[in-house]
């Protein structure tokens, strides 16, 4: 069965250096989705894509954090520089389009600032 | 705003016993509700959505717009339920975004 995938899997950096985050989605798969998750909280839409272009970024972090999608495909998230507060899990999820389909989430990357 | 509340953290039951774990939505249009579980090591996948009316696992979930709800139900529970779900609203014409609330653990004891 076709899942999302991601990279890596747990990242620990310190504050004010810069990640990234990589994820592919399942094939055939239009729409890319990154959230993010703190602790105790449900995940929250950071970016969202339809092909290559952003349709949403509007939680997005604008001063530290980008995505792109360049191809239309796969996708990296930065975060330059990471503060303490940016440790959360990411999650990447994918749908086949923008209205009414399901999403499929990835397994995340656990970051840690320090 | 548009908001999705659980009121429950926790929700601790016995094996057999039933199940309602409680989701409250705010939005003034007409949403599109889903409930999404994580079973341990495992990834966040979607357990059923409003327009599909159907029962998964069990799980039965039904639209209240008068209350703003759309509580998760179960008649009888099975310690294979323990697992986080969270309640998720997607605006209309909202590309499909997802707005979760903040999740309700389901602690099912033999």
């Known amino acids: 069965e076709a899942e999302v995938a991601q990279s890596p899997r747990y990242k620990i950096t310190e504050k004010s250096q810069a990640v990234a985050f990589w994820c592919d989605p399942i094939?055939?798969?239009?729409?890319l989705y990154w959230y993010r998750q703190i602790l105790g909280q449900g995940p929250e839409l950071l970016v969202q894509?339809?092909?290559?272009?952003?349709?949403?970024d509007s939680q997005l972090p604008k001063d530290r954090f980008s995505a792109e999608r360049l191809k239309g495909v796969d996708s990296t998230l930065k975060i330059q520089p990471a503060e303490l507060g940016d440790s959360a899990m990411y999650l990447c999820?994918?749908?086949?389009?923008?209205?009414?389909?399901?999403?499929?989430f990835g397994q995340g990357t656990r970051l840690t600032v320090v | 705003a548009q908001r999705v509340t659980q009121p429950e953290k926790l929700l601790s039951v016995f094996k057999g016993a039933p199940v309602e774990l409680k989701c409250n939505y705010s939005y003034s249009g007409s949403p599109e509700l889903f409930w999404y579980v994580q079973y341990s090591r495992q990834r966040l996948q979607l357990l059923l959505r409003?327009?599909s009316r159907e029962s998964i696992k069990g799980f039965t979930a039904d639209l209240n717009k008068g209350e703003t709800s759309f509580h998760l139900k179960k008649p009888f529970a099975q310690e294979e339920d323990s697992a986080m779900y969270y309640c998720a609203l997607t605006p209309y014409g909202g590309y499909n975004k997802l707005i979760f609330g903040a999740g309700t653990r389901l602690a099912v004891h033999p």
């Open positions: 094939s055939g798969h239009a729409t």
């Open positions: 409003h327009i």
């Open positions: 894509f339809q092909d290559e272009s952003v349709v949403d």
């Open positions: 999820a994918s749908s086949l389009g923008s209205l009414n389909t399901e999403a499929f």
